[in-house]
């Protein structure tokens, strides 16, 4: 396999309660979403590409091609009335530098989301779940939870 071969996502808990109405009217909107990932395995393969980056090409390729390929109406993101977040670690797997594997606690407890109204909504909010925790981490002055954060923004450079 291109990357590695190894489990990708470990989920505990995924819950989803969606509402029906929007549903029938071509809106997947979800009133709660439980989602405990205790962790995400990134690989990145001998060329600098990760499976992350893989997954994103062939969903945007899926998407566009169903899209064009059929006159069906499909069923549009209608957002998260609420979130419930937890994120345990992120293993990381460098084919081409054994260096830089590392596995990074990320701590992520039971963090809620509210009214988040599309994928731009949940990514802002991320963004500042994770900037809440690495200020809050910083203030405690502990040196190896500030190597842990440049890691985790060396890796993952403008994706975050």
Sequence with gaps: PEFGGS???DLPELRIEYVPGDFRDGKLRFKTVR????????VKNKSGKT?????????????AGQKEKTNTPGVD????ETLYLTVGRIRITDESDPRNNEVIEIGIKDEVGKNLKDEAAITQWFNAVLIR?????A???SRSSAERWQRLLKFFGNKL
Aim: proline share 0%.
């Design 35 to 42: 989602l405990h990932l205790a962790e995400v395995h990134v």
């Design 51 to 63: 499976n992350i980056d893989l997954l994103q090409k062939e969903s945007k390729k899926k998407s």
């Design 7 to 9: 489990t990708f996502l």
């Design 133 to 137: 925790l690495a200020f809050r981490e």
């Design 139 to 141: 203030m405690t002055s």
């Design 77 to 80: 993101f209608g957002g998260i």
